[in-house]
């Protein structure tokens, strides 16, 4: 058994490409208006909901979010597409997703002084998997001689993998682990919607997980604990899938695009991460106040701040709690490891960290971390 497990690097690849808030709002306020003026009489008897009309204001208000990095810029602010247009790639062709997780994992293992020669196990681990087999895992593992598999546990798919990852080199299975987070999340986006169509953003993070005996990174953290937990919920969902070819129903219906109860999930999902948080730093003999910095979710600023505040009792500044989704948006499971990926670097040796994350399931997963 390996004694102790560190996390010794970390990458990021965004998108060249960005949509912001006023951008967004000029292109659904367009189909908004155009909606209504064609089902002006149905909207009138009340048989059609009018579509509301959406600001930049009400988006920064409502998320915290001020833009966010998009594969593909092109179909998305077209009022008559309101959709990414993505060019299909042949069999024998690098997939979309993998190029985005190829480019993270790139930088995660510089940062952690690595080649894929270090590495035997490969986790790509995402919202959204751009196909079901074969493993974008499998794809991207050229180069390592080992293993890979996909994972999907929506918004905490992260940091469910940096779990396995761990467990597989405190158990010997795995000398390094490279988790990775495509979160190509636009194209499963209701850009029709008010409500939802400003939430995403795409984007790629990755992490290297190893024994701290060969460990060799400037900046590297031991995990000293990890914690999950599911209770089912459908408050968030999609229901894209494959079955859709055998029930004949529409496969890109509204259903079956990213839907959520967003007052719901703010009500139940805060308490409960709060509380999640405050029992796992417990059981590893720490204080709250013994944290140096939470590397929250990224899916909302109000709940964010809230469960802060739940936290320490107070309001959070930058930067013990950093936010990074301003920019980057809702990035579903990656948006921890970006906040971690941008903010840890300043921490001194014997700081302890927390990478967390809350989503659909309902899902929470988190690590403590000691950096060395």
Known sequence: MCASVVISGSGLWKPAEV?????????????????????????????????????????????????RYVYTKEGILDAERMR????????????????????AARRALTAANKTPADIDMVIVSCAYPQRAYPAIAIEVQVGIDGFGFDMLVACSAATFALHRAHDAVAAGSARGV??????????????????????????STAVVVESES?????????????????????NIRSNFGYLSYADDTDP????????????????????????????????????????????????NLNMNELIARRLLGH????????????????????????????????????????????GAGYSIGSLVLKKI
């Open 178 to 203: 490279l988790v990775i987070n495509p979160e190509l999340t636009t194209p499963q986006i209701n850009f029709c919607d008010r409500d939802a169509h400003f939430i995403f953003g795409d984007v």
């Open 315 to 358: 309001d959070p500044d930058a930067a013990l709690a950093p936010i990074v989704l301003d920019e980057f948006a809702n990035t579903a499971s990656a948006g921890s490891i970006i906040a971690f990926n941008l903010h840890q670097e300043d921490l001194a040796s014997g700081d302890y960290g927390v990478i967390c994350s809350f």
């Open 84 to 103: 990414p247009l993505l060019a299909p790639r042949a069999d024998d062709e690098l997939s979309h997703q993998a190029e985005m997780a190829v480019a």
């Open 19 to 67: 949509v912001t808030n006023e951008e967004l709002v000029t292109v659904y306020n367009a189909y908004a208006c155009g909606f209504n003026e064609a089902n002006r009489d149905a909207i009138a008897n009340r048989s059609v909901a009018e579509k509301p009309l959406s600001s930049a204001e009400f988006i920064e208000k409502a998320s915290g979010i001020k833009q």
């Open 214 to 234: 060969t460990c060799t990174a400037p900046h590297a953290y031991t995990v000293v604990g990890t914690k999950a937990v599911t209770q089912f919920s459908s």
């Open 252 to 299: 890109y219906a509204e259903d079956k695009l990213f839907k959520q109860n967003g007052r719901r999930v703010f009500k139940e999902v805060c308490p409960m991460a709060a509380k999640h948080l405050q029992q796992q730093v417990r059981a590893v003999g720490l204080a709250v106040s013994d944290i140096s910095r939470w590397w929250l979710h990224q899916a």
